[in-house]
T-cell receptor, first 117, second 112 residues
Framework: EAGVTQSPTHLIKTRGQQATLRCSPI?????VYWYQQALGLGLQFLLW???????NRGNFPPRFSGRQFPNYSSELNVNALELEDSALYLCASSEAGAILPSVYEQYFGPGTRLTVT | KQEVTQIPAALSVPEGENLVLNCSFTDSAIYNLQWFRQDPGKGLTSLLLIQSSQREQTSGRLNASLDKSSGRSTLYIAASQPGDSATYLCAALIGGAQKLVFGQGTRLTINP
């Protein structure tokens, strides 16, 4: 069974540009989560999508947005990039998170490393 | 606000030793607790998940316990091997919000 996949592996952008990161969940999973792992700040929850809807977002500015497509894959967009947006962005997926939130594990992808210069 | 703390931040032990990694959380109203492993520059590998109604879970040489009343979880690694060297993270699931709150991790080094 294929795991969570993310693309691209690495992304280099200039301050002020926009970045788009992509995630494909495990087959059968309907929930997708985005986390940011910035140096020195640990892993921070960004966004949760389930069945095409944004269910929850973490304490991040509106520059961070995303969407979930009908095939449950997801996109994270970061507008007006700032230097401190440089981080490893991790995507995770789980089964039916909106229905039984406690039961299902979140499985993580390999991440996209975003570097803003 | 849920806060998760891991002690120690780093640990170096010789191969073959049994060891314990600690995780504490401030709000006992968690749905579950997960332990992950992260190799340098890589994503997370889920090791064990303990539901809030459970006390412990085991997988091979790993055993994780959960004590909600005291706000603590431990990860026990038996007969450590150099391949166990990685950063170990614990994360508490906040129900409803469906978000994992992570500790800062314990960087483990097993010396041959």
């Amino acid at each position: 069974e294929a795991g969570v996949t993310q693309s691209p592996t690495h992304l280099i952008k200039t301050r002020g540009q926009q970045a788009t990161l992509r995630c494909s969940p495990i087959s059968g999973h309907t929930s997708v989560y985005w986390y940011q792992q910035a140096l020195g700040l640990g892993l921070q929850f960004l966004l949760w999508y389930d069945e095409g809807e944004e269910r929850n977002r973490g304490n991040f500015p509106p520059r961070f947005s995303g969407r979930q497509f009908p095939n449950y894959s997801s996109e994270l967009n970061v507008n007006a990039l700032e230097l401190e947006d440089s981080a490893l962005y991790l995507c995770a997926s789980s089964e039916a998170g909106a229905i039984l939130p406690s039961v299902y594990e979140q499985y993580f992808g390999p991440g996209t490393r975003l570097t803003v210069t | 606000k849920q806060e998760v703390t891991q002690i120690p931040a780093a640990l170096s032990v010789p191969e073959g030793e049994n060891l314990v990694l600690n995780c504490s959380f401030t709000d006992s109203a968690i749905y579950n607790l997960q332990w992950f492993r992260q190799d340098p520059g890589k994503g997370l590998t889920s090791l064990l998940l303990i539901q809030s109604s459970q006390r412990e879970q085991t997988s091979g040489r790993l055993n994780a316990s959960l004590d909600k009343s005291s706000g603590r979880s431990t990860l026990y690694i038996a007969a450590s091997q150099p391949g166990d060297s990685a950063t170990y993270l614990c994360a508490a699931l906040i129900g409803g919000a469906q978000k994992l709150v992570f500790g800062q991790g314990t960087r483990l080094t097993i010396n041959p």
